[in-house]
């Protein structure tokens, strides 16, 4: 039987509200040591907002951070999976929107996220990305 995405997901992803500031979601990417956060509106997936959508949609147009809202920096795109879709899936839509992450939902609500390091430990732990994936971060 082919593998389940909520066998590999990360359950209870970081979630913000769209009118969160930027300084706010850089700030809880830094304690949490993660490089992406889920945007809802109550318990609808709004957007998914990265480190690097940071960078580009907000410090590269000089836009203040403390002032400038998580909505306006979210990925336009929202490709998601449910927990139910089989992992290929999940590799699937990576491989054909060139995304490193997947939202995963329950209806509109948000319910978990699957990354490539998910996918590259659960598929082969002894790959370069794997190992990437499994080390501890930098202090």
Do not use: Y
């Not at 998601?80 to 899936?89: H, I, K, L, W």
């Not at 209806?107 to 080390?135: C, Q, T």
């Amino acid at each position: 039987m082919a593998q389940k995405v909520r066998e590999i997901m990360t359950s209870a992803p970081v979630a913000v509200g769209t009118r969160t500031a930027v300084s706010e979601v850089a700030h809880r990417m830094r304690d949490e040591n993660i490089g992406a956060v889920l945007v809802a509106e109550g318990d609808e997936l709004r957007g998914l907002v990265t480190d690097r959508d940071l960078v580009v949609r907000v410090l590269a147009e000089d836009k203040n951070p403390a002032d400038t809202t998580v909505q306006s920096a979210c990925s336009p795109e929202l490709v998601t999976v449910t927990p139910d879709d089989e992992v290929g899936r999940a590799v699937q839509l990576m491989r054909e929107h060139s995304l490193r992450r997947l939202p995963v939902v329950e209806g509109k609500h948000p319910v978990g996220i699957v990354a490539l390091g998910d996918l590259a430990m659960e598929r082969d732990p002894e790959s370069a990305l794997g190992d990437i994936s499994a080390a501890r971060p930098n202090e």
